[in-house]
């Protein structure tokens, strides 16, 4: 099993609490920062270990925290996103109900490190459960003296507090969940200015995902070089994956990144293999906004390399022929599975999640599940498949924010490798009512139109 950073006592009875996470040496990371570290110093240990955005961005934080404007008498925000409405991502839901204080450990130092006195946790609002955890958490901290004024003695404030998200999956694009922090409408903002210059009420403001802030306590209690050493490329340390579909032990893996995508989905240490003795037919590697892969390009480049499970392997091809880590929401697709249907739902939900602000988005996400609910339910002409790959074309790359992007490149890359089954739904339209489609042998994927 890959060495485990963020879960390692997580089966440990009563890690949720204070008293056992400090008995299992949860605090550490803020008593060496506060007492023989600098903010700088801090922040200097995150630029070493290589650690990157774990909410799907992969943008190396230690690079995002140094963009950090620090005018003078000008108070400096740190925002936790802990939206994570991205369907198929589950894991920062598991570590804030599993083990709060890892969060809110990491909070601490991250906002040490940021001169932020003030910090905002924001949840989605429908995990209240997750919301009445952490709040918990933040009183065992302060109640202890690791939260408010002077903490041990340093001179160094902060006060950390637990927002509810607005309910949108919108609210978890950082701008977006910003105005919805002020009291707005979560719609996302133009960029520049950038939060780092002008985030929450104007001020200079870094948005980390919950993973992001819970994995500098590691890089802090042991630094960034030893975090830096795991992991190949640079794709360092570990990375949380939340493991679902037809696979035999779904749930949340902590992997070395690295792995091989053929071990991660059929060893007995993580995933188990295909649920029922099915075949593998396709995966999903990071949330439903990810490129969807047909299994031979899942497990092999183009340049026929194993995929490893890092930033780097798995966008290799591009979205030609690649993918990308994203939020870590792995999926795998049997093959009974129908890939119409899978794109229709995730269509379904852009479309009701698009705030509405920019027209090929508000426009183009309705058009594309109107089309794609045709073909399913058997009312498909051919001419349609050529109309899907138009309009996510004149969506991508064409939005304020990335929800367009996000919509678009699941239409794309099914549409690339798995047309013959697009085909299939238009030219047997009552057969496709009654059965799916099944396993073909995907060759060289299809060169789209440009």
């Known amino acids: 099993m890959a060495r485990k950073l963020l879960l390692t006592h997580i089966d440990v009875p009563g890690i949720n609490t204070f008293e056992v996470y ?23 240990e995150v630029k070493k270990s290589g650690l990157r955005g774990r909410g799907g961005a992969g943008f190396p934080t230690g690079m995002k925290w140094s963009f950090l404007a620090k005018p003078e008498g000008v108070p400096r925000y740190l925002v936790c996103n802990g939206d994570e409405s991205e369907p198929g991502t589950f894991k920062d839901r598991f570590l804030m109900t599993k083990i709060p204080h890892a969060l809110i450990e990491g909070m601490i130092v991250s906002s040490y490190a940021l001169g932020a006195n003030t910090s905002y946790i924001y949840i989605r609002g429908e995990m ?36 509810p998200g607005g309910g949108a999956y919108i609210c978890g694009e950082e701008t977006a969940l910003l105005e919805s922090l002020e009291g707005k ?36 209690n042991d630094g960034g070089e030893e975090y830096a050493k795991i992991g190949i490329e640079r794709s360092t340390g570990t990375k949380l994956i939340s493991a679902s579909g037809n696979i035999v032990r779904p749930g949340v893996y902590e992997i070395e990144l690295g792995l091989p995508v053929e071990e991660f989905i059929y060893s007995d240490d993580y995933c188990g293999g295909i649920a029922n003795g099915k075949r593998l037919k396709a995966i999903v590697a990071g949330g439903s906004s990810v490129p969807i892969l047909p299994t031979n390009l899942a497990m092999t480049t183009a340049k026929g390399e194993a995929r490893l499970m890092t930033y780097e392997s798995l966008a290799d091809g591009g979205f030609v022929t690649g993918t990308a880590m994203g939020s870590g929401g792995f999926i795998a697709f049997d093959e009974d599975q129908c890939i119409v249907r899978n794109t229709w739902n995730f269509t379904r939900f852009y479309h009701h999640e698009s705030c509405g602000q920019c027209s090929p988005c508000r426009e183009g996400t309705g058009w594309m599940e ?30 304020i924010c990335p929800l367009g992007d996000a919509s678009a490149w699941p239409v794309a890359s099914a549409i690339r490798h798995f047309r013959d089954e697009f085909e299939w739904h238009i030219l047997n339209p009552r057969e496709s009512q009654t059965r799916n489609f099944g396993l073909a042998h995907y060759a060289d994927p299809l060169v789209p139109v440009v």
């Open 22 to 44: 400090r008995q299992k040496g949860g605090y550490r990371a803020v008593e060496k920062a506060l007492k023989t570290l600098s903010p700088d110093d801090v922040v200097e």
């Open 128 to 163: 209240m459960p997750q919301i009445r955890i952490v709040e918990q958490a933040i009183a065992e901290a302060k109640a202890a003296g690791f939260l408010g004024k002077n903490i041990l003695g340093s001179g160094y404030d902060l006060e950390i507090y637990v927002q």
């Open 185 to 220: 409408r979560g719609n996302p903002r133009i960029k520049p200015p950038f939060p780092a210059v002008a985030g929450l009420y104007g001020c200079p403001t870094v948005v980390n995902n919950v993973e992001s802030i819970a994995a500098t306590v590691p890089i802090v």
């Open 370 to 399: 109107k089309v794609l609910h045709k073909i399913e339910y058997g009312h498909g002409d051919i001419s349609d498949i050529e109309l899907l790959w138009d309009i996510q074309r004149k969506i991508d790359g064409n939005t």
